[in-house]
């Protein structure tokens, strides 16, 4: 089965540029959405088709993804970014998550 | 304002049922792929199934795959999960979530506050 596989922590200082990765086979060809997660709150979504923002999500969250990894990054980051964020995309009739990466801001 | 209410979780004994129920409002819910997506205590998201807009197309992961059954009511506006001989395992927060569009293979621009389940004797 497909799998994505996202590094388990990242760590950023405040205004800085935070990039998170997810990587998988051939990633690129296909689509790939991002989620961010705080404590006790449902999964927000941040980023979908690969470099799309919903409604509402500000423009310091930005994606991009080519080859086998898809890279969601966040600029000028703020201590309210500090959350779980887990990638996903669709593979052979499924939905595939990737294990999620904690994000720290200090 | 688009608006996802799970319900029906709660503890239930292992070999047991529930069926979960997802009351949406503020689209066209005949329009969207939804989805069941769960998540255990302290582990990351695992998706469990997705039904197409007409109901007609399901799909299932491993772990869901002969004990769950996902279905929708497109008069109700509303979303199952049909959950049998419920496992250990089973238990997690179950999320209901609304595709970004038609295609099942979307992603998801809306998710509900998730509802508790429970398997234990």
């Known amino acids: 089965s497909y799998e994505l596989t996202q590094p388990p922590s990242v760590s950023v200082s405040p205004g800085q540029t935070a990039n998170i990765t997810c990587s998988g086979d051939k990633l690129g060809d296909k689509y790939a959405s991002w989620y961010q997660q705080k404590p006790g709150q449902s999964p927000v979504q941040v980023i979908y088709q690969d470099t799309k923002r919903p409604s509402g999500i500000p423009e310091r969250f930005s994606g991009f993804n080519s080859g086998h990894t898809a890279t969601l990054t966040i600029s000028g980051t703020q201590g309210m970014d500090e959350a779980d964020y887990y990638c996903q995309t669709w593979d052979s009739s499924a939905v595939v998550f990737g294990g999620g990466t904690k994000l720290t801001v200090l | 304002e688009v608006q996802l209410l799970e319900s029906g979780g709660g503890l239930v004994q292992p070999g047991g049922s529930l069926t979960l129920s997802c009351a949406a409002s503020g689209f066209t819910f005949s329009s969207y792929a939804l989805s069941w997506v769960r998540q255990a205590p302290g582990k990351g998201l695992e998706w469990v199934s997705t039904?197409?807009?007409?109901?007609?197309?399901?799909y299932y992961a491993a772990s869901a795959k002969g004990h769950f059954t996902i279905s929708r009511d497109n008069s109700m506006n509303t979303l199952y999960l049909q959950m049998n001989r419920l496992r250990a395992e089973d238990t997690a927060v179950y999320y209901c979530a609304k595709g970004n569009d038609y295609y099942e293979s979307s992603g998801y621009d809306f998710w509900g506050q998730g509802t508790l389940v429970t398997v234990s004797s």
């Open positions: 039904i197409s807009v007409t109901g007609i197309t399901t």
